[in-house]
């Protein structure tokens, strides 16, 4: 999520852009993320996807007056930030404007707080905010772990992991190298697995979950 609290610097900090009454007018969409972009780079090896590790600077601000809430640049001493596409680790317009994103693009991304901070706001966000981030995508590269794996395991494709589900995972892919283990084996994994990946403790690994906790076995 966001990390609102930490961005001291940009915090109520207001530009002095311009530009402001073109985005206010975007509040009319309810619930799509407008597009636009800035900069798209000649070369493009790879557009991002779903479950890809993006780094990325983003700043956001909103629409209502351009104010600034956010600022990757300045934060954590401009360092961009990591994440993995897709999977709820930021804000949902995010994972959705942030889609078949090349490296050294840069995007406006204008965000209607439903797919933002929604009904009742965070930190400088206040409720029902508009908001806009102006993103620049440094890389894309795969992610920690394919969500086509996630996906094979997930049986019953209610996207989240049941111990039973992982196991029946387990059992395949040490069958399928010709190394088939008895009970206890499983369930020492299993154990492992849960222990390391299950951090609400709510007895399944959700995607992101999965994503954000690095486990050889699966
Ligand atoms: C936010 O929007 C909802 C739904 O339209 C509304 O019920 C609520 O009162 C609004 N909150 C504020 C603080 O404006
Ligand atoms: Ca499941
Ligand atoms: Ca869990």
């Not at 959705?96 to 966000?125: W, Y």
């Not at 299993?190 to 403790?201: A, G, H, N, P, Y």
């Not at 007895?203 to 906790?213: F, R």
């Amino acid at each position: 999520m966001w990390k609102l609290v930490s961005c001291t610097v940009c915090v109520f900090l207001t530009l002095q852009l311009g530009s402001w009454s073109v985005w206010a007018e975007a509040d009319e969409l309810e619930d799509q993320v407008k597009i636009e972009v800035l900069v798209k780079p000649e070369e493009c090896s790879r557009k991002s996807k779903k479950g890809d590790l993006i780094n990325a600077h983003y700043d956001g601000f909103l629409a209502k007056d351009g104010s600034q809430f956010y600022c990757s640049r300045s934060d954590k001493e401009g360092h961009p930030q990591w994440f993995v596409l897709g999977v709820g680790q930021v804000i949902k317009g995010l994972d959705i404007g942030m889609m078949d994103m090349c490296a050294g693009e840069k995007r406006k991304l204008t965000v209607p707080s439903a797919l933002a901070f929604g009904q009742t706001g965070k930190g400088p966000v206040p409720p029902n905010a508009t908001v806009v981030f102006e993103v620049e995508v440094l890389s894309v590269s795969r992610g920690p772990r394919s969500m086509e794996a996630f996906g094979q395991i997930d049986l019953d494709k209610d996207r989240s992991l049941t111990k039973a589900e992982v196991k029946e995972y387990l059992k395949l892919e040490y069958e399928k190298g010709g190394k088939p283990r008895d009970e206890p084996f499983y369930e020492k994994i299993l154990t492992d697995i849960f222990r390391k990946s299950d951090q609400d403790r709510d007895g399944q690994i959700s995607a992101k979950e999965y994503n954000i906790y690095e486990r050889d076995e699966l």
